[in-house]
């Protein structure tokens, strides 16, 4: 089964993250990025992606949905998916020469010890794979993805 | 201003819930609640000697009264020894209120005496936890987690307050009498149509099935809809098997009874699952032991399952159609869509598989005696007829006894039949007797145990006496953790590693506590005894010292297919 991006909101409360995690690593699904923020007074936004998960995407929205602190529970469909965005800053050890063409649409801003990045994770995720084959990178801090205001709800 | 103390606070809201009797052991850090529970003449405390025993105890009474139990334990080993215990709840959805102390604010996280963090031990195995950090939200969160215990499918809430928190002042005109605004269950929303859709869809596979079972489980105890499971099975003419925590869901003498499924299920009811073409579920959670091997369970059946949570559908079964919702809303629109029918086929191919009832439920006919040592299931079968006699509720512990005791258990009310199905808690039966037996004074309790689990709480024996408790509490001695010695005999060539256990002469156990005892070691002692035991106020205690190597069968070995059973006939030769 393929993975999928789930979407939580969660109310602000002692234990409610932990109760959300504790689900996510007693069932061992595969988190592959995961990623949380404010939205309102009290309410926060998770959104996980799954890995290749064995169970369907259904249950496990079901079984985060049963969770008290868990206000609401959504499986954004793919495309809505693929407009996610993310924001990495990338410590570098050397500036690069020139600007290659696979950062053209990632680089927000670069100075002489750092790169700040913002695309998609699957550009972002490029984007480190050629700094690492630069050896250039020395730490990467990644924001984890954002949806846009809250397309996935419609 | 007047002012009363969070713990006051908590006791009065306590009331206001309905509670009138806690379960629960005092110390350091809740304290505070104590001291307004000595004020608070409205709450009657049951000091029991473990807080797993509490918690067991809170676990009996919410199911033998169907209202919340409510346990109490003080910081850091009060609290974690009350785990086992709303592990137990949870597993079996029983709704029970655990109140904890927690070390000051202050002190938190600073590895304080005592200090735990039971709100994160506990997350596996309760619906909620919530940590009190105010004295004025003791009222919302009592509130809250009362309605989450008892919502949905039931469920342990823990509520931790630390002790600051409890002697904290707050203003008693403000708080006691706040609105509730959240008070009542929680509604459960589901599309009204796509349920009417559903249940159509099931009358319909109904209506065409030529070899349909129903499979009831606690479901229809919590959701009171034991009638209209009788209903259904009548006018439908279909067999009802029952999971062991549905024992109580249906009269084991009605003529569509068919006995508990699985791995200790009968024949009948086995073999019939394997043979539907259609098996409706009902509040049950198809769990592993009621399945066998998940692939090969019913394999030409279609699955409906009827359940109100969302998370148990396709948890360990297919289900070709899920119908979530409250049991009380869709079983009563499923019964009024199925018409009357009769299915003599089906019914003499179901009792072509009856052949092991005969010599198991043989009654015991007047002036009969058997003669010789006493077995283990002669006994239990007694005291299960005894249970009936009575009327009484049945509480067992867990193992070979648990098993024979569903077995021979008779007619049984809801709440009537009461053991930790899902954990397999030994230890559970005497505290949660206790909690059955205040929760139901009107009704006799007996309690059933092995000698191996009757160890692991008999410390509890000075809570019946002291409460005065008329249990009437059985032990089955054979001198083995028998269950596993069964396991350890069939599948690891009689090496009895470590089965083999001791325990204490229960004549000088009982003398010590002042409980009344008996010991019977022969067949034609059982009788008689039981009766005096039975006639006796209670407590009284009951040594049924029985032969050492009996097994429960019917077996399905673990990983085999539920047609694949062993029977007695097909015992290891010795």
Redesign the interface.
Known sequence: MSGFVLVASLKNV??SL??FL?LLR?RAFPVERLSLYHVHENIFEVVVRFGDVNT?RE?VA??I?????VLSVSLPELQVCEETREFAVVRICRDLESSPEILSDVLARRSSDSLELFGTPNEIDEALVYLRDQGVIVAVSRSGEMFPPSPHKH | MASITGGDLACRVLSQEGVYVLFGHPGGAILPFYDSLYKHGALHHVLCRHEQGAAHAADGYARATGRTGVCVATSGPGATNLVTGLAAAYMDGVPVVAVTGQVASPSIGTLAFQETDI??VT??VT?????V?QASDIPSVFTEAFR?AASGRPGPVLVDIPKDVQAALVDAKTHIFSERENSGPIELSYDIEALKTEVQETAKLLKEAERPVLLAGRGVVISGTDDLLRQLSEQNDLPVITSLLGLDAFPASDPRALGMPGMHGTERANYSLQDADLVLGLGVRFDDRVIGRPEAFAPNAKIVHFDI???A???TMRADIAVVADLADSFKMLCSLVPKARRTEWWQRIRQWNREAAPVKEPLTAGYRRMGPLGAREAIRSVAQKISESKGIAVSDVGQHQMWLAQELGDAVPGSHLTSGGLGAMGYALPAGIGAAIGKPERSVWVVAGDGGFQMSLQELATVVQEGIPLRICVIDNGYLGMVRQWQERFYERRYSETQISGPDLIALGKAYGIPTWSVDRSEQLESTLGFAAMEKGPVLIWLQVRQEENVYPMVPSGAALNEMVTETDRVPR
């Open positions: 002692t234990g932990e109760r504790g007693r369907a249950r079901a079984e949905d049963s969770l008290f602190d | 709100l994160g997350i596996p619906k909620h936890g919530f940590l950090q989450l949570d969302a998370t559908i396709e948890r």
